[in-house]
């Protein structure tokens, strides 16, 4: 019997590099009804793991992993309490109060209980802080101001809250100073009458608390600019654009003459817009202009008569649109103080 020589081991290598790769035949099904392919719905609402169709519970105290807060219109109807509003970087504290909700069924037990909770938790100071700030906007939106100069006003009014800068003075006074402050420092340029108009805060009031804010803040407030004023004036004149343009280019050189010498911006700007409103044939009244302007009639035209006697020096007619002439001016018609 001959001996049986056994077959040759066959060496097999083994990729050291063969990643770990899951087992994808493996599903999860309802062992009660066993369809294929399953229903299985995550209820988050109460954390359970159901099947969708014999309504087994499979689990219990899921993870919820989705968003907190989907959307900022709360139109899709995902209720922001879990996270609450964002953080107001202009109020104090942590902003991370507990709040009891006013919806319950419509019962007057939430509402009442939310009303003694804000009551006992509220602080004084956040209250006036929010409530100033309110005002702020409201003042800000009816005089069409921009978003910066609103925010910029109420950094002011937080940090002359926090120093206590103005002791004595009432909110209004601080809030009309702050606005005004802000409009200088972002150059757009509103009066003190319009302030006071806005505020219902005399205008020596707005100046003297203007004068300490700006003493011991030491912000960089530029003086008022008749060429802004200008720009606003004639769109509220509703004046072309080369109109205003000519008429920013005469209250540059009537600055480099001196011709205006201590006059106000806003009288320098009036009476500009009426000279080169009639040398444009586009005439506007000393009663319109004062109008718009905030001053009276007879300072525009005491500074106008000052404009007339150098107009040669001021206007150089060769370089203007259409080219205008001298008769369209009117001089005679003014009766000048």
């Known amino acids: 019997m001959s001996p049986q020589i056994p077959f040759p081991l066959r060496e097999t290598k083994v990729e050291e590099n063969q990643s770990f790769r899951p087992n994808l035949n493996i599903t999860l099904i309802c062992p009660d009804c066993r369809v294929k392919p399953p229903h299985i719905l995550e209820e988050f609402a109460s954390g359970d793991l159901v099947c969708g169709d014999c309504g087994l519970v499979l689990g219990d105290r899921i993870i919820d992993t989705r968003s907190e807060w989907r959307t900022f219109a709360n139109d899709e109807g995902?209720?922001?309490?879990?996270?609450?509003?964002?953080?107001?970087?202009?109020?104090?504290?942590?902003?991370?109060?507990?709040?009891?909700?006013?919806?319950?069924?419509?019962?007057?037990?939430?509402?009442?209980?939310?009303?003694?909770?804000?009551?006992?938790?509220?602080?004084?100071?956040?209250?006036?802080?929010?409530?100033?700030?309110?005002?702020?906007?409201?003042?800000?939106?009816?005089?069409?101001?921009?978003?910066?100069?609103?925010?910029?006003?109420?950094?002011?009014?937080?940090?002359?809250?926090?120093?206590?800068?103005?002791?004595?003075?009432?909110?209004?006074?601080?809030?009309?100073?702050?606005?005004?402050?802000?409009?200088?420092?972002?150059?757009?340029?509103?009066?003190?009458?319009?302030?006071?108009?806005?505020?219902?805060?005399?205008?020596?009031?707005?100046?003297?608390?203007?004068?300490?804010?700006?003493?011991?803040?030491?912000?960089?407030?530029?003086?008022?600019?008749?060429?802004?004023?200008?720009?606003?004036?004639?769109?509220?004149?509703?004046?072309?654009?080369?109109?205003?343009?000519?008429?920013?280019?005469?209250?540059?050189?009537?600055?480099?003459l001196g011709t205006l010498a201590g006059k106000s911006p806003i009288s320098i700007a009036a009476a500009c817009i009426y000279l080169v409103s009639y040398l444009f044939k586009n005439p506007r009244s000393t009663r319109d202009i004062a109008n718009v302007a905030g001053v009276s009639e007879a300072t525009i035209k005491s500074a106008y008569k000052s404009l007339y006697t150098e107009k040669e020096k001021l206007i150089d007619l060769e370089k203007l649109k259409d080219k205008p002439n001298w008769d369209n001016l009117s001089f005679d018609e003014l009766v000048l103080p």
């Open 78 to 256: 995902d209720d922001p309490s879990r996270v609450g509003a964002a953080a107001n970087p202009l109020l104090d504290g942590d902003q991370l109060d507990t709040i009891i909700s006013r919806k319950d069924g419509g019962s007057g037990v939430a509402r009442d209980l939310n009303k003694t909770q804000a009551k006992a938790t509220g602080q004084k100071a956040e209250r006036n802080l929010a409530q100033a700030y309110k005002e702020i906007q409201a003042m800000c939106d009816s005089i069409s101001l921009s978003k910066i100069v609103c925010d910029t006003a109420k950094q002011l009014y937080k940090r002359v809250e926090d120093e206590r800068l103005l002791r004595g003075k009432s909110n209004d006074a601080i809030i009309a100073a702050c606005i005004s402050i802000a409009c200088r420092q972002e150059r757009v340029a509103r009066t003190f009458r319009e302030i006071c108009a806005l505020t219902r805060v005399p205008k020596r009031e707005i100046g003297r608390c203007c004068n300490v804010l700006k003493a011991k803040l030491q912000t960089n407030t530029s003086v008022m600019n008749s060429e802004d004023l200008m720009s606003r004036f004639c769109s509220n004149l509703q004046l072309p654009n080369y109109v205003q343009k000519s008429g920013i280019d005469l209250v540059r050189k009537a600055k480099e």
